[in-house]
């Protein structure tokens, strides 16, 4: 039988392309494989894949908010501006397990909070604990991103303490003066007892510290622990912890118990200022930062913010400096105020302004070098402790820059007592383009000098009080 060299060929080519996928039939196989698992996987999704879980927002009748988690277990998203709180143990018969909530993610190294639940809270005065809980934090490569404070508190109350602190891993467990984030705001912390059962046989700390802030402790919070030591600064009971308040446990009086470092009471506004405060030496309040992000509940995004307003207050507490510098095991951190994103300041009181003692520039700690409009609310107001002769009107807050914007020198209703002003000349340069009715009145004996040879459209009748005018001054400003 004759075979045609064709056929050969064929039946040689034939053979060439078994043997081929007989020696890379794993491999084949796999990639047939997982081409069909993807398939029938994306089928699968389309059919049989639950949606995406998203956190609903529920309000209590008394104005508390919340989302249940995916663990059925409840986050406490926000809490009333009102001067009274309770953390509830339970809503509607579900657990709840943290105050604050974040499920944001680093986007190109900055912290996107699109989906952050901040309870930062300056209202309530008075928050009682009653369970344990967590806070939520958040841990970028630089800093801790805390999601919970308060900041104004006068009292902080926990019910039943030890309840409180159940899964404490601590050999030392301290009664805190916060709750989330620490802050140099130290209210009057209070231990009262229920009649709720609870076991101690799990409870680890072994030494507890009671530093002063702890003014009341009643009878019994510290009933049923063994082997545990209570530390308190304190040197003898106080008057409001009743006796039989520490249970059996041993008490070492007298001792140093230190809370507060200067970091802790480096805090930041709702609006976010940074600011330092020590409620306890009364130190502060210093800005150190001022906002360049607005602060959302729900949302927080980086903008550029061009007004400013220098509060007087924060917290009810005074500013008394912008800037500062902090000396730690001698090294020295300092704390640079402003911004270049800056066009409109307000001044509306008197403060410090940190100097750099090392430079060549005294305030090179405060600078808002783009400045378009420069605003005093009550000029001699801010200025009631000088005690210079001459008295110029600047155009600058901090470093002295090139850039002069316009200042504007208004009026407001405050009133303020002028008998111990001490300038006898006040400066107003050409840059210094509107001043409302009223900015100097109550001065005496004081001769205001102006490089403007009359008075300018922006300057409203009655500007100058009863003082003496000296028009087409030729001023030499520094």
């Not at 019910?159 to 301290?174: G, K, P, V």
């Not at 008394?320 to 001044?347: D, F, I, P, Q």
């Amino acid at each position: 039988m004759k075979i045609s060299l064709r056929k050969i060929l064929l039946i040689s080519l034939i053979t060439f392309i078994f043997i081929i996928f007989c020696l890379n039939a794993e491999k084949i196989y796999s990639n047939i494989s997982d081409r069909v698992f993807k398939t029938m996987s994306a089928i699968l999704d389309i059919f049989i894949k639950p949606e995406p879980y998203k956190m609903e927002i529920i309000t209590t009748d008394d104005g508390l908010e919340y989302c249940i988690s995916r663990d059925s277990t409840i986050f406490i998203t926000n809490i009333q501006d009102v001067p009274n709180v309770i953390i509830p143990e339970y809503i509607d018969g579900i657990k709840v397990v943290k105050l604050g909530c974040y499920e944001g993610s680093l986007i190109d190294k900055k912290l996107d909070r699109q989906d952050a639940y901040l309870i930062y809270n300056n209202t309530t005065e008075h928050l009682t604990i009653q369970h344990e809980f967590t806070s939520e934090i958040y841990k970028d490569f630089i800093q801790t991103h805390y999601y919970v404070n308060f900041t104004n508190l006068e009292t902080l109350t926990y019910i039943d303490y030890l309840y409180c602190n159940l899964s404490s891993a601590e050999e030392e467990l301290i009664v805190p003066h916060y709750i989330g984030k620490k802050n140099g705001n130290v209210p009057n912390v209070i231990l009262k007892k229920s009649d709720r059962e609870y076991s101690l046989e799990e409870f680890q700390p072994k030494v507890i510290l009671i530093p002063e802030y702890v003014t009341e402790i009643e009878k019994g919070v510290f009933d049923g622990l063994t082997d545990v030591v209570i530390k308190t600064s304190y040197e003898s009971i106080p008057d409001g912890w009743e006796e039989g308040w520490n249970g059996e446990c041993e008490v070492i009086w007298g001792e140093e118990i230190e809370y507060l470092s200067f970091y802790d009471c480096v805090n930041t506004t709702e609006d976010g200022t940074e600011y330092y405060y020590n409620s306890i030496t009364g130190e502060g309040v210093y800005i150190f930062a001022f906002p360049l992000r607005t602060h959302i509940k729900g949302d927080i995004r980086v903008v550029d913010l061009e007004d400013i307003i220098i509060p007087e207050y924060i917290n009810g507490k005074k500013v008394v400096e912008l800037g500062n510098r902090y000396a730690v095991n001698g090294y020295g951190t300092h704390y640079e105020v402003g911004t270049s994103n800056c066009k409109n300041l307000t001044v509306q009181h008197e403060f410090y302004i940190t100097p750099n003692l090392c430079g060549k520039n005294e305030a090179d700690y405060v600078s808002f070098p783009c400045l378009e409009n420069l605003i005093f609310i009550d000029y001699l107001y801010c200025n009631l402790s000088s005690t210079k002769e001459e008295l110029i009107v600047p155009h600058y807050i901090g470093i002295k820059t090139e850039n002069i914007p316009n200042v504007t020198l208004k009026k407001s209703d405050r009133e303020y007592n002028l008998e111990e002003f001490k300038p006898k000349v006040i400066i107003i340069p050409e840059y210094v383009t509107v001043i409302e009715k009223g900015v100097f009145d109550g001065l005496e004996d004081v001769v205001i000098k102006t490089s403007y040879e009359a008075i300018p459209e922006g300057w409203e009748e009655g500007w100058n009080g009863n003082c003496e005018v000296i028009w087409g001054v030729d001023l030499e400003l520094e």
